[in-house]
């Protein structure tokens, strides 16, 4: 083989191997929370192409604002940029392990650090749950943190009893919730005048004008956003689901503006106010002085009448219902029938959640979820995190 030949045959393989170590730099930074695509994997090599890959503080300012979405991408830019292409000039919270980068478990000093950061928003107990989203093993060593996460969003809640994974997964969820309201607040659609031209939609209809952009198409961001309904069973046979949900619930609460929040069992409470407190042992106390009876009997229709009698002047247009229980009501099918019958016209969406859909073999027999199927919208599983998370479209979309 030539000289010549054997230099194309080199720059090809250097050029493979800068493509495919940009890819995985993407792909790191999308299982650390960074909101991006495979779209981005493109733009990467466009932006090492103009960047030059001869400057690595030009590549770095060039991916930083392909990647970042927020100030928190933003300061956590370097650090992952820097374990990725420098890792034996820095020591950080990512190191190289059997299937790639890996997120370690932060030392006593820098998690005491992130703790007393986090206490400005809310208590030790909801630092500790998110220090816990680290995702390590107990052994100090390092974890596949996409994996564990991954392994945990699979999990049927009722089966979580490990500390550690309990308090992972209520960071998870916080998380979740702020993901959700991240990307309802970019949505957006097609505006016939605007600022910014919407390229794919002006593009297609160039086609009839031989190519040229003859008229110019527009998008817009989406201003309205649901009103979201919460109605969550806190009976025994909810107990380790509620307890998720109530989090969950908390989260909503804590990111979306037009929130409400209900919990019941034999008897209907408002508890979006008390979610609504930034320290998680006040929002427990709380919650437990309203929580007189909870886990035991449930009476889903009773419930729902006092819903519609006290609190149904909340329910619009805008609204989404949410009811979260497992249908095994003590009172009437009937009664519950006539209840949902009076939700339903009065709201955007009637969605019923239950764990128990997300288990091999369940059918909904029960006479409570019998009478409740012919008036709901939306019928889905709600037993991990995985579950909750297929419910975005569903919860932030008009």
């Known amino acids: 083989m030539s000289e010549a030949a054997l230099t194309s045959l080199e720059e090809r393989q250097l050029a493979h191997f800068l493509q495919t170590r940009l890819v995985e730099f993407v792909r790191l930074a999308r299982s650390n929370n960074f909101q991006v695509g495979v779209a981005e994997e493109l733009d990467a090599q466009n932006v090492a192409l103009k960047c030059g890959l001869g400057s690595s503080m030009r590549l770095r300012w060039g991916l930083r604002a392909l990647l970042c979405s927020d100030q928190d991408d933003w300061e956590r830019f370097d650090e992952l940029y820097d374990a990725f292409w420098h890792p034996a000039n820095v020591q950080s919270r990512y190191s190289t392990g059997a299937a790639g980068l890996t997120r370690k478990r932060p030392d006593a000093r820098s998690t005491a650090e992130e703790s007393r950061?986090?206490?400005?928003?809310?208590?030790?107990?909801?630092?500790?749950?998110?220090?816990?989203?680290?995702?390590?093993?107990?052994?100090?060593?390092?974890?596949?943190?996409?994996?564990?996460?991954?392994?945990?969003?699979?999990?049927?809640?009722?089966?979580?009893?490990?500390?550690?994974?309990?308090?992972?997964?209520?960071?998870?969820?916080?998380?979740?919730?702020?993901?959700?309201?991240?990307?309802?607040?970019?949505?957006?659609?097609?505006?016939?005048?605007?600022?910014?031209?919407?390229l794919r939609k002006t593009f297609r209809n160039s086609l009839r004008f031989g190519g040229a952009p003859m008229v110019l198409n527009y998008r817009e961001r989406i201003k309205r956003q649901p009103r979201l309904v919460l109605i969550v069973d806190v009976s025994r046979s909810m107990s380790m689901y509620s307890f998720f949900f109530l989090r969950f619930a908390r989260a909503l609460v804590s990111v979306f503006r037009d929130v409400a929040v209900f919990a019941y069992h034999t008897q209907l409470l408002p508890i979006t106010e008390a979610l609504r407190q930034t320290d998680l042992i006040r929002v427990r106390n709380s919650l437990a002085m309203m929580s007189q009876g909870w886990s035991g009997g449930t009476r889903i229709?009773?419930?729902?009448?006092?819903?519609?009698?006290?609190?149904?002047?909340?329910?619009?247009?805008?609204?989404?219902?949410?009811?979260?229980?497992?249908?095994?009501?003590?009172?009437?099918?009937?009664?519950?029938?006539?209840?949902?019958?009076?939700?339903?016209?009065?709201?955007?969406?009637?969605?019923?959640?239950?764990?128990?859909?997300?288990?091999?073999?369940?059918?909904?027999?029960?006479?409570?979820?019998?009478?409740?199927?012919?008036?709901?919208?939306?019928?889905?599983?709600?037993?991990?995190?995985?579950?909750?998370?297929?419910?975005?479209?569903?919860?932030?979309?008009?």
Request: charged share 30%.
């Open 117 to 198: 950061q986090e206490d400005i928003r809310s208590s030790d107990a909801d630092s500790q749950s998110a220090d816990a989203s680290d995702e390590t093993d107990d052994g100090g060593g390092t974890r596949e943190g996409a994996s564990f996460a991954a392994s945990l969003a699979k999990t049927d809640f009722q089966a979580l009893t490990d500390p550690d994974e309990m308090r992972a997964v209520e960071a998870l969820v916080d998380r979740l919730a702020r993901q959700m309201r991240k990307r309802a607040i970019r949505r957006q659609r097609p505006s016939k005048t605007g600022k910014k031209i919407h």
């Open 301 to 398: 229709g009773d419930s729902l009448a006092t819903f519609n009698d006290k609190y149904g002047q909340i329910l619009n247009s805008r609204s989404i219902t949410v009811i979260v229980s497992d249908g095994l009501d003590t009172g009437e099918p009937d009664y519950l029938a006539a209840q949902l019958a009076r939700i339903k016209p009065r709201c955007r969406k009637l969605v019923w959640l239950n764990p128990l859909l997300g288990r091999n073999g369940y059918e909904p027999i029960s006479q409570g979820m019998q009478a409740a199927l012919p008036y709901l919208d939306m019928f889905a599983p709600a037993h991990n995190l995985n579950s909750l998370q297929a419910l975005e479209p569903d919860l932030t979309r008009l």
